[in-house]
């Protein structure tokens, strides 16, 4: 408990949060790592939380948030978007209109997406920080880097959580800047359940090169899961890692595609393919230049050359939830 008090302290502080501050706890509070051991956390550093929980339903949240006026939310990131379209209705009030200068996600990817991560902190005039963790001496925070730079590793003193190994082969991987391989944690400070070398399958990048907020330390971005792992003539490639690519092409990419598989992976045979949006009002021949530029960055940053097809903006349904970046047509 004293672990990750602590742990969970400083990745507030980190986002600003201060002793005598107003915070509201809207992570599911039942039976949830993010739920009552937040609250503990929180008060412990002198902080005043309203445990409204996301139990309570958007209604109450909302009347409790206008009533204690909280200087920082805490909430996972499908959940801040949905405030945005139910505050009018129900409070009559733009969710800017809330005076929330702070908001902390976890729990799913989202606060790392750039479109996603705009819409919250315009609508709310709020810093948005992504955090990953609470168990085993390991809490990771994004910085206020003006892009999403990945989140910094806390906890140094607690736990190695920033380990990686070949997913096929489990050989250790170098931790060189933009190394990526399956993640494993080993717990120095966890007593109940002390991990060891343990995965739960997840696919980290790591960055070594300082960040450009200044703080020192390595940091991770969650790539995806063991189990998206593609291999084309032998180089991995993860469909996030892909997704990154595609998206450092906005506003000329949406960011939205899908790699399309004719056989159950992970091997592929080459090429892979990709079919990509265009973002709408692009002339014909800027939509070719784009398709090459996007496979010359693709073969550059993951060693695969794609067959990429550019199809126009919307193509793609948009979830609020993980979308699945495979699309699977048998041949
Ligand atoms: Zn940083």
Redesign the pocket.
Known sequence: MEVTNRLWARGFWRAGIRPGDTVMQAFGLSMFLAGVPIVRALESMGVRVIPCGAEAGSERLLKLIWWTRPRALLCTPSYAEYLIDVAPKILGKDVGDLGIEIICCAGEPGAGLPELRRKIEESYGARLYDMLGGAHGILNIS?D?PEY?GM?VLGDDFSISYDLVDPETKAPIPLVDGAIGERVKTSLEWEAQPPVRYSVGDIYQIFTEP???G?PGP?IKVLGRIDDLLIVKGVKVYPAAVKNVIESFAPRTTGELRIVLNEPGPRVSPPLKLRVEYRSGLEKDAVEMLRQDLIEALHRRLRVRPKVDMVPEGTFERTRHKTKLIEYHPE
Do not use: D, F
């Open positions: 910085c880097a730079q910094h960040c450009m907020c703080q940091r």
